[in-house]
């Protein structure tokens, strides 16, 4: 089974999030002829918000890191998984209203972490 990323996002408006993200994924896919590599949970209404998992393959994000070579490197971001978070937040921003991502396995495994 191949490894994947899971993100934890956060959206005040789950329609318009999810619609970006995956048309964003989608057109990475296309780019780098992946198919099937992400997938994302239905939603839980919380405080205002919308919580759910975005589950990526590294595959995916390891030949996006190979197509864009140097500019990846210079994302905002200590390894690869953030580098990555850093891309898509900025392919989607202008596309979705208020919404945060995070690596889900820090947010577990981190001292203060909500989930």
């Known amino acids: 089974m ?4 899971n ?10 999030t999810s619609k970006a993200l995956t048309h964003q994924l989608s ?10 590599d992400f997938a994302m949970t239905d939603s839980e209404f919380a405080f ?10 590294k595959s995916l994000i390891e030949k ?6 140097a500019d990846f490197e210079k994302l905002k971001g ?5 580098k990555f978070l850093t891309w898509v937040t900025k392919n989607i ?9 995070a690596i889900k396995e820090e947010m577990e495994s981190s001292k203060f972490g909500i989930f």
């Open 93 to 101: 921003e202008s596309k979705s209203p208020r919404f945060k991502l």
């Open 48 to 57: 205002g918000w919308h919580f759910f998992v975005l589950s990526v393959n």
């Open 64 to 69: 996006l890191s190979e197509m864009m070579g």
């Open 2 to 5: 191949e490894s994947r990323l």
């Open 78 to 82: 200590k390894n690869t998984d953030k």
């Open 27 to 36: 057109l990475l896919e296309e780019m780098v002829h992946g198919k099937e």
């Open 7 to 16: 993100i934890n996002v956060s959206a005040i408006d789950y329609d318009k």
